[in-house]
C-alpha cells in the first residue's frame, strides 16, 4: 500500500502541474475494496467545496480537501456500483456552478477505430477526432479527440472552463497518440482550442485541426458545432449522381469567388445564403452546369485567396455556418448545378496556431526542414508517408463529399507534389531509387483517388498539374494517378500567348493553335481560363486581347468560340463572361455595370450561347474514341490564319463544321470541304450583331459536288474578320459519302493534315466500332491460288476505278479554278488592325479587289 500511495501522490503532483497524461486513472469514481464501495475524486481549481449529487436520486455527497490545489475526494460507503453524477461546486466568494463529472466516462474509442487510424484507414475519421455531439450513458455532450503523439499533456480550453488547461485534462489513448475527452453539458457555438505541454515544457495553444467550424478571422478559435441537424433536400441530385458519368457529359464550369463575386453596398460579403438564391439564377440563365469554389476550406489570409488552409474540415466563416454552406450547395443541386470545390493537399501555412511542429515537433510536415519547407510559397508539405497524415487528407476530401454534397475536388499544385525538386531544382533530396519523383506523394494521390471514388461514385477528381506527368487522368489499375480530369495548361499557355499576338504576326504563330490536337486526348481534359490568368499584371482577358477597343472584344469572342469548339470540358473564371475589365482583386465584388455597355451586354451573350450550344450538341463533348470525335478540314491555312475542323456525334454521326478565322481580312465564297451533300445552317455565327459583330451571316448554305479539302463536298461561305461559325447539315440531306477525295488544290496542305491526325492518336484505351467487332469474329481461312488470283484482280479493278474517281475530281476543281480565276469577285484580303472591316467597307474593297483567284485559299 505504500508503495501505491507513493504512487497516487505522484499522481496528484503531475495532475497539479498540468503533465498528468492519464487523467481518468485518478480523477472520477474507482471502485474500491473489490466493489464495497467507491471513491470520488475532483479536480477543479478555484472551488472551496465541493459536492456530488446523484443524478437518479439527487442523493448528495460531500467531497473533501485533498491538500493540492484544487483536488477533492470523497468516499461513497452505500453505493457499489458507478453511478450518474453531477458536482455542485462553490468558490470563496460563494458564487456556486454545478456540471457533470467527464471523468466518470470510459473511453468512446474501440479497438477497431485505433487500429484503423493507425494504419491510415478509418476513412469516416471526421466523425471521430474533432469535436462532437454525442450521447453516452443517456447524456448529451460533446467528444472531443485530437491526433498529438509528441505532447505530455493535452487539454481542451474554451469559455466553459475559463480556458484554463488544468480543467479539462484529456486521456491519451493506447499508444496512437489519441487523447480524448467526453464534456457532458456543451453547447453549440462555445469556442475552444487545445492545450498542449511539450516534451520540453513548452505550452502551446492549437486550434483543432478537425474542428468543423471556425472563429471569423483573424480570430481562430474553434466552435462547437452540431453536425447532425441539417435536414438535406436534394436527394433527387444525389441519387442521380451515384449513376453519373462525368466524362461522358456535357460540363461547362463557372470559376467563382463568392467574396468578390458580388458585394453589398456597404462593402460586405454576401452570405452562403444570399449568394446561393442569386448565383443559381446567374449560373442557370448563362447555361453554366457546374460551379467552382474558390476559397470555401477555412483560411486566416484573404490575400491567399483560400490556397493556404487551415481548417481542412470546415466551410469558411466569412460568409456563415456549416449549415448555411450546405444550404449554398442544396440550392445548386435544386437548380441541377454541380459543385466543385478547391481543395489543397499539396501544403499548409505556417502560421502557430495550426499544423505546424502541432504538438512540439513535426507531425503534419516532415523532421527534415529541407523535405518539409516548400520554396515556392513558403508553407510547409505535407509528409505524406504517415499513414496518420494521409487519412487526415483522405479524410478531408470524404467530409466534402460526403458531409456536404460537394460534386467533386480541384486538387491545387499537383505538379508540386509529384516532384521532389519543385522550386529547389538542384537543392533536394532524391528518393530511395535517386530520382525527384516524390513516391509518398504519388501513393497519396492514388489512394485519395481510389478511396474517392469507390466511396463517392458519380464525383470528379480534378489535378491542376502543369507538367507532362503521364496518365494522370487514367485509373491507378491502368497504371495512373486517378484522377477523372486534368487541367489543359498546355493548351491554355499556347492559346492565349496565340491569343496576345497581333492579327499580322500569327502566321509564323500558327503551330500553337493546332498543337494542342496532337495530345487532345491523352488525358480526359478540362480547358481552363481560371483565376490565375487574370492576376498579377496579366491583365484581364479583354486587356490581353490585341488592338483597338472594337478589335478586343471580336478577339474574344473567337478566343471563347475557338475554347468551346476544342475537344475537352470547359471552365471560365467569373468576371470573364462579360469581359471584365481590371484583374480580379479579392477584396473588391466584379465590376457589373460593365453590362450596361452594349459591347459586354454581347460577350455575355456570346457565351451564354457557346454554353447552349456546347451542352446541346452531342457531337461537342461525347468523347467517343477520341478522335473519332475530332477532325480536321483545313489544319495548315497558317497564312490567313483559317482553321476548320469536323466535331462529331459518334452515336448519331451528326457533324459540326467549325470554321474559325483568327484575322482581320475577311472572305466571301470561301470554300470548305464538307462531308455531306445537304443544305448546311449556320448554327453560330461570333459576328451576328447581338454579340457586338457586323451581322454578316450565312444563313443556310447548300453543299454542292465539289470535292475539296480531300473531301467529296463543298460549301461556300462568307467569313468575316476575326469570326468563329458553327455549321450543321440540315437532316434532310440529299447525299452522304463519307470518303475522302483528294483535290488538286488542297494536296499539299491536306496530305499534312492527315499525317498530323495519324501520328496524334495516342495509346489510350481503345473502343473498338460495331466493324471491329465483327471482323474479330469472322473465321480467317487460308487463302488458295484461285482465291489469291480472285483478289488481284479484283485490287486491279478497284485501282482503275479510284484512279478515274480521283481524276474526274481534279478535273472538277481544275474547273472551279479556271472559273474563279476568269471571274473578278471580291475576296477581300486586307490586313486592317483597327477597327474592324465593315460590311460597307466589304463592299468598296469587293470593287476594287480584281482578279484575286479563290484557288489561293
Not at 498543337?515 to 499584371?537: C, P, T, W
Not at 480467317?780 to 483478289?791: I, N, Q, R, S, Y
Request: net charge neutral.
Amino acid at each position: 500500500m505504500g508503495n501505491d500511495n507513493l504512487l497516487m501522490e505522484k499522481q496528484f503532483e503531475l495532475l497539479e502541474q498540468g503533465t498528468l497524461a492519464t487523467p481518468h486513472s485518478i480523477l472520477g469514481p474507482h471502485l474500491l475494496n473489490q466493489g464495497e464501495k467507491q471513491i470520488i475524486r475532483v479536480f477543479c481549481p478555484g472551488a472551496k467545496q465541493i459536492v456530488v449529487v446523484d443524478l437518479k436520486d439527487e442523493k448528495k455527497y460531500p467531497l473533501y480537501f485533498k491538500g493540492y490545489q484544487g483536488l477533492f475526494e470523497g468516499v461513497i460507503e452505500d453505493k457499489q456500483e458507478k453511478f450518474l453524477y453531477k458536482l455542485i461546486c462553490e468558490d470563496d466568494e460563494g458564487h456556486t456552478w454545478s456540471y457533470i463529472d467527464p471523468y466518470q466516462f470510459d473511453s468512446t474509442f474501440t479497438e477497431d477505430d485505433l487500429y484503423l487510424f493507425g494504419i491510415g484507414k478509418d476513412y469516416q475519421v471526421y466523425d471521430k477526432l474533432g469535436a462532437h455531439f454525442i450521447k453516452v450513458n443517456g447524456v448529451e455532450g460533446v467528444r472531443f479527440a485530437l491526433w498529438a503523439p509528441h505532447a505530455k499533456r493535452v487539454s481542451v480550453i474554451g469559455d466553459f472552463n475559463n480556458w484554463d488547461g488544468r480543467r479539462h485534462p484529456m486521456r491519451q489513448i493506447a499508444n496512437q497518440g489519441i487523447w480524448e475527452l467526453f464534456v457532458p453539458g456543451l453547447a453549440e457555438g462555445d469556442f475552444y482550442k487545445f492545450e498542449l505541454r511539450t516534451k520540453t515544457g513548452e505550452l502551446l495553444y492549437k486550434t483543432d485541426p478537425y474542428a468543423n467550424y471556425y472563429e471569423v478571422r483573424p480570430n481562430n478559435a474553434a466552435v462547437v458545432y452540431d453536425m447532425r441537424k441539417y435536414k438535406w433536400k436534394d436527394t433527387k441530385w444525389m441519387n442521380a449522381r451515384t449513376k453519373k458519368a462525368p466524362y461522358k457529359e456535357a460540363i461547362s464550369i463557372y470559376e467563382v469567388h463568392i467574396g468578390s463575386w458580388k458585394k453589398h453596398d456597404n462593402g460586405e460579403f454576401y452570405t452562403y445564403r444570399e449568394a446561393a438564391d442569386e448565383l443559381a439564377r446567374y449560373v442557370k440563365e448563362m447555361g453554366y452546369t457546374h460551379v467552382e469554389l474558390m476559397g470555401i476550406v477555412e483560411h486566416p489570409f484573404d490575400g491567399s485567396w483560400g490556397y493556404q488552409v487551415t481548417g481542412y474540415f470546415a466551410p469558411t466563416s466569412r460568409y456563415g455556418s456549416p449549415d448555411d454552406f450546405r444550404y449554398f450547395v442544396e440550392t445548386m443541386h435544386k437548380n441541377n448545378i454541380g459543385v466543385l470545390l478547391d481543395w489543397v493537399p499539396a501544403h499548409f501555412p505556417k502560421d502557430a496556431f495550426a499544423l505546424e511542429k502541432f504538438d512540439g515537433e513535426a507531425l503534419y510536415e516532415k523532421a527534415n526542414e529541407k523535405e518539409a519547407w516548400h520554396p515556392h510559397w513558403g508553407t510547409l508539405i505535407f509528409d505524406y508517408g504517415k499513414p496518420q497524415v494521409s487519412l487526415f487528407l483522405i479524410g478531408s476530401a470524404l467530409s466534402w463529399l460526403e458531409r456536404y454534397h460537394i460534386d467533386g475536388l480541384r486538387v491545387d499544385a499537383v505538379a508540386s507534389m509529384l516532384y521532389l525538386d519543385y522550386g529547389r531544382e538542384g537543392d533536394f533530396i532524391p528518393n530511395q531509387y535517386g530520382g525527384k519523383e516524390n513516391l509518398e506523394a504519388i501513393a497519396f494521390l492514388k489512394q485519395l483517388n481510389e478511396v474517392a471514388y469507390s466511396k463517392v461514385p458519380g464525383i470528379m477528381m480534378i489535378a491542376e498539374e502543369s507538367t507532362a506527368w503521364p496518365k494522370v487522368s487514367y485509373a491507378v489499375s491502368e497504371g495512373g494517378l486517378g484522377f477523372g480530369f486534368k487541367w489543359n495548361m498546355g493548351w491554355m499557355n499556347d492559346f492565349l500567348s496565340y491569343m496576345k499576338t497581333p492579327p499580322a504576326d500569327r502566321t509564323r504563330e500558327h503551330g500553337k493553335i493546332t498543337f494542342s490536337l496532337m495530345y487532345a486526348f491523352s488525358e480526359n481534359f478540362i480547358q481552363v481560363l481560371s483565376h490565375d490568368e487574370v492576376v498579377h499584371g496579366k491583365a484581364s482577358m479583354i486587356y490581353k486581347m490585341p488592338g483597338e477597343r472594337l478589335e478586343k472584344f471580336a478577339h474574344l469572342r473567337v478566343a471563347y468560340g475557338y475554347m468551346y469548339a476544342h475537344p475537352g470540358k470547359k471552365m471560365l473564371f467569373m468576371g470573364d463572361e462579360f469581359a471584365q475589365t481590371k484583374e480580379w482583386n479579392e477584396a473588391v465584388a466584379l465590376d457589373w455595370d460593365l453590362l450596361n455597355d452594349k459591347e459586354h451586354q454581347g460577350i455575355s451573350a456570346w457565351v451564354k450561347a457557346l454554353n447552349k450550344l456546347y451542352t446541346s450538341e452531342k457531337a461537342l463533348w461525347e468523347t467517343g474514341n477520341g478522335y473519332e470525335n475530332f477532325e480536321w478540314i483545313d489544319c495548315e491555312n497558317r497564312e490567313q490564319s483559317i482553321i476548320s475542323f469536323l466535331r462529331r456525334n459518334v452515336e448519331t454521326g451528326e457533324e459540326l463544321v467549325v470554321v474559325i478565322n483568327f484575322k482581320t481580312a475577311s472572305y466571301t465564297d470561301y470554300r470548305i470541304g464538307v462531308p455531306t451533300l445537304a443544305n448546311y445552317e449556320e448554327l453560330l455565327s461570333s459576328d451576328a450583331a447581338l454579340y457586338g459583330g457586323s451581322n454578316a451571316l450565312n444563313g443556310v448554305v447548300k453543299a454542292t459536288e465539289t470535292g475539296w479539302h480531300g473531301r467529296p463536298y463543298s460549301i461556300e461561305i462568307t467569313i468575316p474578320p476575326l469570326s468563329m461559325m458553327v455549321f450543321k447539315a440540315k437532316k434532310k440531306s440529299v447525299k452522304k459519302n463519307t470518303k475522302s477525295v483528294k483535290s488538286a488544290t488542297d494536296k499539299d496542305m491536306k496530305e499534312g493534315a492527315t499525317e498530323v491526325v495519324a501520328n496524334a492518336i495516342p495509346a489510350r484505351k481503345t473502343i473498338k466500332s460495331k466493324k471491329d467487332k465483327e471482323i474479330e469474329k469472322a473465321v480467317v481461312l487460308p487463302k488458295t491460288k484461285e482465291t489469291k488470283a480472285k483478289d488481284a484482280k479484283a485490287k486491279e479493278t478497284k485501282s482503275k476505278e479510284t484512279k478515274t474517281k480521283v481524276t474526274k475530281s481534279k478535273e472538277t476543281e481544275t474547273k472551279v479554278k479556271q472559273q474563279a480565276s476568269n471571274k473578278t469577285e471580291e475576296i477581300i484580303v486586307k490586313e486592317k488592325a483597327s477597327p474592324l472591316v465593315s460590311t460597307e467597307e466589304k463592299k468598296t474593297a469587293g470593287k476594287t479587289k480584281k482578279n484575286v483567284s479563290k484557288a489561293k485559299k
